[in-house]
């Protein structure tokens, strides 16, 4: 079982509209997590930082309910530019375990 | 932000010779850097954490003297992937953690490896 899944996508979106997505992590006694932004071959970017009380940062939205083991990110006003693979990221004792992606493809 | 360098960004080479990719912090002192493989539509995977002045510690399944990791420096640590094959052929990511910061690691624009 791999330690973070993800559904790989791809979601289509229209401009403007919203879009989530979850992935779900094995190990309970991760410390942290964070989505990453991941652009075709290229390095990933920090997107946010996901707190146990929800955080929000622009159109963004994250989630983590620790108690199912899963983490969320929303999506609002859906820009073309936010076309990318997005990537969960659970940090485990200082390691970074990287979820396979989901790709979102935002239309005009 | 804090900004972290790969040299070469891209390299091809025959079946056989060594490769080395070097991983640089450019505005902080990197006590701890990483290195990652990216194979297409997978996720990253950790090869090892690479620590200035002491030996990589490797992840299970990474062999130690076909990926060579040297961290001479608070600035610099290199992967060296030995007698390279086509299936070593992939994306290579170093990241860097801030000695004097939080836990974020900060990502370099990866090398793209492809051995012929």
């Known amino acids: 079982r791999k330690e973070v899944e993800q559904d790989p996508g791809p979601f289509n979106v229209p401009e403007g509209a919203t879009v989530a997505f979850n992935c779900t992590y094995s190990n309970s006694a991760s410390q942290s997590f964070f989505w990453y932004r991941q652009d075709c071959r290229k390095e990933p970017k920090l997107l946010m930082s996901v707190y146990s009380s929800g955080n929000e940062d622009g159109r963004f939205t994250a989630q983590l309910n620790r108690a199912s083991q899963y983490i969320s990110l929303l999506i609002r006003d859906s820009k073309l530019s936010d076309s990318a693979t997005y990537l969960c990221?659970?940090?485990?004792?200082?390691?970074?375990?990287f979820g396979a992606g989901t790709q979102v493809v935002v239309t005009p | 932000g804090a900004v972290v360098s790969q040299h070469p960004s891209r390299v091809i080479c025959k079946s056989g010779t060594s490769v080395k990719i070097e991983c640089r912090s450019l505005?902080?002192?990197?006590?701890?850097m990483f290195w990652y493989r990216q194979f297409p539509k997978q996720s990253l995977m950790l090869m090892a954490t690479?620590?200035?002045?002491?030996?990589?510690?490797?992840e299970q399944g990474v062999e130690k003297d076909k990926f060579l990791i040297n961290h001479a420096s608070l600035t610099l640590s290199t992967l060296t992937v030995t007698s390279a094959h086509p299936e070593d052929s992939s994306f290579y990511i170093c990241s860097a953690r801030d000695s004097g910061g939080a836990d974020e690691q900060f990502f370099g624009p990866g090398t793209r490896l492809t051995v012929l």
């Open positions: 690479s620590n200035e002045g002491s030996k990589a510690t490797y």
């Open positions: 990221v659970v940090n485990s004792w200082g390691k970074l375990q």
């Open positions: 505005d902080f002192q990197a006590t701890t």
